[in-house]
């Protein structure tokens, strides 16, 4: 049997996926701007064997329902949103083997920084870090960056691509392993021959650097991807060692993991690469009456306005627009296209109301809801891993902490008991401990490639030996 692998979805805001629950007289989200916050969640997701920690980002505010920010500010919907980025060293300083999954959007920075602190973060953690690759889907991201608009949904993975060969070139090829030699007699502490320079100039960056920093215990951190539609896949069968998705049935689920691994075989890696990742929400108590008296009691405080604050930037339509009772209407456009093909794919054989999308999106995003004892919330995880293929999934808070602490101390000891969870971690890096094939990336990898395309440029110099 397949071990089901857990991590848990949070962001550096106030009610991440649960509109109006940081109202709850037991939620503490509104803490997240302390680092006390912080450390005990992550103490907490170590005791539970959580793989990672995935910090979900964005960088601009919801401000397409009402064609206005207020509602998003009104509803705290993922703002304020503080940077996560920050939060990562003080959490790998009282954890041991927890990973962290930074979301940062590569359309709004160079990638000569970024590279020198995703290696930062990964010798600070010890080899612990990994990065969701987004290229953001909010004007008001754009526009907040000097753009007059956000660039169309497959440019902006056309100007992924360029970045990722960039972000390789820095990574794998700058420095040699034996570059660092720390010779306290020579007198020496890098030699200048095992250190190369990397040049680039593409259509949308421009690059003549060597890495600052000096190979970190991964060198690439993990690669994590989480966009869905057809070119999301693509992009995440080239690069992605685990892909987040979400969906509202088990056949939706099967069918996109099908087909990510389709895109991942094609660019001839193995057939388990990349483990992908579903979005859950539970909601559990040692009986059933007792969680589904929780849930209840959690509805009581959901905000309809935030749900579709939350849904209006994730899909780009003004549900404000839209009366409660009229249905949800197919549209494309340059938002999360994966999306909008789910509105109309909640259940083919019934037309969604606004209403009622947005009570589903209330508690757990566009993912779903488990409600249940232990049992048969075991039980349901169990039946979509079967049913789906995926392997495992990003776990989000309907209240914090709360929801979290009742999924170790209730559901991790039953999948335990079933022999579906692991009872240790395994050593070594986050890398490491998913895959078991060492701390740097696969030799199939298309960054191997990749960085060694970029040494072979007409203008480069200092080629490796």
């Known amino acids: 049997m397949k071990e089901i692998r857990l991590n848990a979805f949070d962001m550096n805001c106030v009610s991440h996926q649960a509109s109006g629950l940081w109202r709850h007289p037991r939620d503490r989200s509104d803490q997240y701007h302390t680092l006390q916050y912080w450390t005990d969640l992550a103490c907490t997701l170590e005791r539970g064997l959580f793989d990672a920690l995935f910090l979900a980002d964005v960088l601009g505010i919801y401000d397409v329902y009402g064609a206005s920010p207020d509602a998003a500010l009104r509803n705290a919907a993922q703002v304020p949103v503080n940077d996560p980025a920050m939060l990562i060293s003080a959490m790998a300083s009282v954890t041991r083997n927890l990973g962290f999954g930074l979301t940062a959007t590569l359309s709004y920075e160079h990638p000569f920084p970024f590279a020198r602190r995703m290696s930062?973060?990964?010798?600070?953690?010890?080899?612990?870090?990994?990065?969701?690759?987004?290229?953001?889907?909010?004007?008001?991201?754009?526009?907040?960056?000097?753009?007059?608009?956000?660039?169309?949904?497959?440019?902006?993975?056309?100007?992924?691509?360029?970045?990722?060969?960039?972000?390789?070139?820095l990574w794998e090829g700058s420095w040699a392993d034996d570059a660092v030699r720390r010779d306290r007699i020579s007198g020496v502490f890098t030699d200048p021959s095992k250190v190369h320079r990397i040049r680039h100039d593409g259509k949308y960056f421009t690059v003549d650097a060597i890495h600052l920093s000096e190979p970190s215990p991964q060198r690439t951190p993990v690669l994590f991807q989480a966009g869905a539609s057809r070119r999301g896949q693509q992009f995440a069968g080239m690069h992605a060692e685990c892909v987040f998705i979400a969906g509202p049935s088990k056949e939706i689920i099967h069918k996109t993991v099908a087909?990510?691994?389709?895109?991942?075989?094609?660019?001839?890696?193995?057939?388990?690469?990349?483990?992908?990742?579903?979005?859950?929400?539970?909601?559990?108590?040692?009986?059933?009456?007792?969680?589904?008296?929780?849930?209840?009691?959690?509805?009581?405080?959901?905000?309809?306005?935030?749900a579709l604050t939350l849904l209006s930037g994730w899909t780009g339509i003004d549900f404000a627009?839209?009366?409660?009772?009229?249905?949800?209407?197919?549209?494309?456009?340059?938002?999360?296209?994966?999306?909008?093909?789910?509105?109309?794919?909640?259940?083919?054989?019934?037309?969604?109301?606004?209403?009622?999308?947005?009570?589903?999106?209330?508690?757990?995003?566009?993912?779903?809801?488990?409600?249940?004892?232990?049992?048969?919330?075991?039980?349901?995880?169990?039946?979509?891993?079967?049913?789906?293929?995926?392997?495992?999934?990003?776990?989000?808070?309907?209240?914090?902490?709360?929801?979290?602490?009742?999924?170790?101390?209730?559901?991790?000891?039953?999948l335990q008991k079933r022999g579906r969870y692991k009872t240790a971690y395994q050593k070594g890096t986050l890398r490491q401990k998913l895959f078991g094939r060492g701390d740097r990336l696969d030799s199939t990898h298309v960054s191997h490639e990749s960085h060694c395309f970029l040494h072979q440029l007409p203008n480069a110099k200092n080629p490796p030996d």
């Not at 953001?136 to 060969?165: P, W």
């Not at 992908?276 to 405080?301: C, G, H, M, N």
């Not at 494309?332 to 037309?351: E, F, G």
């Open 120 to 169: 930062t973060l990964d010798h600070l953690t010890q080899g612990r870090i990994g990065w969701n690759i987004v290229t953001g889907y909010l004007n008001s991201a754009a526009k907040s960056t000097g753009r007059a608009q956000q660039s169309s949904h497959d440019v902006r993975y056309e100007m992924a691509d360029e970045y990722m060969q960039i972000v390789y070139g």
């Open 259 to 306: 087909s990510i691994r389709k895109q991942a075989m094609m660019q001839g890696r193995r057939s388990d690469e990349p483990l992908i990742f579903s979005l859950l929400t539970i909601v559990t108590a040692p009986t059933r009456e007792e969680a589904l008296a929780k849930y209840e009691d959690y509805r009581q405080y959901i905000s309809l306005e935030g």
């Open 321 to 414: 627009q839209y009366h409660h009772d009229e249905p949800v209407r197919h549209v494309r456009n340059d938002a999360i296209n994966s999306a909008i093909d789910s509105l109309t794919i909640l259940n083919p054989d019934k037309i969604w109301t606004v209403g009622e999308l947005a009570r589903h999106a209330a508690i757990g995003g566009m993912g779903i809801t488990i409600v249940g004892s232990p049992t048969e919330v075991a039980d349901q995880m169990e039946a979509w891993m079967e049913e789906t293929g995926i392997d495992g999934f990003n776990l989000a808070y309907a209240v914090a902490p709360e929801t979290f602490e009742d999924i170790v101390d209730l559901i991790i000891p039953e």
